[in-house]
């Protein structure tokens, strides 16, 4: 199949197409998963046309609340978790949802019948850059349900990313991309505004073992642990023969600097610090899914300590230090970093 998507006429292949036909080959499929899909594109549709207008529509600024982080919520924030709801709720593939938006599991309503999967996501990654047209995006993560009976919940949405039957993202920047894995490589959509379609631009992406760029928030350097400020330095210490210095990236949107990641390669680190004692990033709306992506392109990601595809979560909201990227620049990373 890989071979039949890189010829040259990507119009041929929509999203929904594509995932269709994977689908198929699966005995016993039933097109759930297909029709799951479908719905999280509509949502990124949504969100990426709104998006566009956000400055006409009046949806800049703040809500005046704030959200289970302790951050203040953007009325984009809202905007973009209300249209994943709805897009989803009603399709009758998901039990329960979880957001990074809300603080308990997210039930879908008695009125509609409940599926097979678990939808994780973060609505809008990437607030701080949203009034000032710096590219955003939505983070999902797909599980299957675990538990049984009438009442699906918290333990559905506790699952490590090693359980992720697919997770992707919808970056809304310069175009809108839908990037995601469903455990055979990792595929991007670039959306046709024109059509209203997203087609294969970016089939089977692989991170170079290498790259030549690194990504995080210097700001924090008096806040890090020794361990990473000394990382980073050598990062920045001219060696011909390893390709130092590295060039400095970082636009503070999550899914941007991961999408940059996967086109060139290098790493991304969100490290723990003297305020954040386990980072930043949430493990099942922003690492996890993220993880899954960058291994299934040959990348590896780490928390510094073990593989983040193998934390078992014990809270919703929970936090990881993250080290994500090319393979052997994340293996750097590890080795200098790590406390045991
Ligand atoms: P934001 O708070 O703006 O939503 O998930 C949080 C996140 O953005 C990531 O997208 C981003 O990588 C990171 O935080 C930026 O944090 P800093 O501003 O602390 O660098």
């Known amino acids: 199949m890989v071979d039949e998507i890189r010829k040259p006429d990507r119009y041929g292949w929509t999203l929904e197409r594509f995932i269709g036909e994977r689908q198929r080959a699966f005995p016993g499929a039933t097109g759930e998963f297909t029709q799951l899909f479908q719905q999280l594109e509509l949502a990124g549709k949504i969100i990426s046309s709104r998006v566009n207008q956000a400055g006409l529509a009046g949806l800049l600024g703040l809500t005046g609340d704030t959200n289970v982080q302790g951050e203040a919520v953007q009325k984009m924030d809202v905007f973009a978790n209300n249209t994943m709801i709805q897009c989803v709720e009603a399709g009758g593939q998901v039990c329960v949802m979880a957001s990074e938006e809300v603080d308990d599991p997210i039930p879908i309503p008695t009125r509609y019948p409940r599926g097979r999967y678990v939808l994780m ?16 995006g939505t983070i999902f993560s797909v599980h299957k349900r675990v538990s049984e ?23 809304y920047g310069s175009s809108c ?61 001219p060696d011909k023969a390893s390709g130092r210095p590295y060039s400095s990236r970082y636009i503070g949107t999550m899914v941007a600097d991961l999408h ?60 990881v230090p993250l080290y994500i990227g090319s393979k052997l620049d994340v293996l750097d990373a590890v080795e200098r970093v790590r406390k045991s």
Request: with cysteine; net charge negative; glycine share 10%.
């Open 149 to 171: 009976g009438d009442d699906p919940g918290l333990r559905d949405c506790l699952q490590p990313g090693s359980k992720q039957l697919a997770a992707g993202y919808i970056i």
């Open 177 to 237: 991309m839908f990037v995601f894995t469903s455990g055979d490589g990792t595929h991007g959509f670039t959306l046709d505004p024109s059509v209203g379609e997203f087609f294969l631009s970016h089939p089977d992406i692989k991170l170079p073992d290498r790259g030549k760029i690194y990504s995080i928030n210097e700001g924090n350097e008096q806040l890090w642990d020794p361990r990473v400020r000394d990382w980073v330095k050598w990062l920045k210490t």
């Open 121 to 136: 996501f973060d609505p809008l990654d990437g607030s701080t850059n949203i009034d000032v047209n710096i590219s955003i």
């Open 260 to 319: 940059r990641t996967l086109m060139k390669g290098g790493v991304f680190a969100y490290p723990a610090d003297a305020k954040n004692k386990n980072g930043k990033l949430r493990l099942l709306y922003e690492a996890a899914p993220m993880a899954m992506l960058v291994q299934q392109a040959g990348g590896l990601a780490s928390t510094g300590e073990q593989a983040v595809m193998d934390v078992v979560p014990t809270e919703l909201h929970q936090r």
